[in-house]
DNA sequence: TCCATAGTTCATATATTTGCGAACTAATAA
DNA sequence: TTATTAGTTCGCAAATATATGAACTATGGA
């Protein structure tokens, strides 16, 4: 397998961080598995929207499906995928905290 | 600050990670001080895409740049990111394996 | 069987990202 | 000054990704 293959399949499984809508599903399953209706009422927006981007993640290995009844559950199929997730935030915080000190220095000269 | 709008925030700099070029400067800077011309020799392709991928990252605060003489100096502005990108990476190997193994019982039985 | 519920898929409009050559700018050298 | 080198920015076409209502599918009652 070719180096720029790796990469470029590395950048698709890390495009799975890449949407408001995805973070806040990683978020909220951090710790539970949660069905379709219950990510929904948490998360809100139309449920064709939801269910693409669930649907999306679980193609690319990153949350594992299970169907029972009329349910559909769902859950990070690794715990890796909410820590670099939370790493992720802890460099934008960070960055905002530079950004912070930034301003407040320009108020007090 | 609403917490949709923290969601957009991090998913904004997880977009970072995002594309194969941007995977490839993150590996590339891992441990390293870098000059444009280096990273370009590294990496191939035309010199305006790179600068433009350099560039947005640093808007994002997550590279540092510095300018010597003619050269351009990128670094990683923190250690951070190429650990969550390590740590998605792993995940990328583990669902490799997964594959691998599920083709594997395939040809077995 | 017929209905209701829970989700998924489809169609398609819109928005965002990418790719890349050409033009441009900044710093140094001749 | 003029030329050269190192990078950046611009312009715009092409490719991807997102949004969302409507139609569809599957399961479990009544």
Redesign the pocket.
Known sequence: MDNKEIYLLHA?IC?AL?????IEIIDTLQNNEM????I?EKIG????????????MATKGILA?R???????YKLSSEKVAIACRIMREVLIENMKKHQNLINNLQNN
Chains 1, 2 share one sequence.
């Open positions: 698709n495009k890449g949407h408001a809508i995805r069905s379709f209706g219950e929904l927006g139309p449920k064709s929207s939801l269910s693409q981007h669930l649907s999306s499906q169907k029972e009844g009329l349910s559909v559950y």
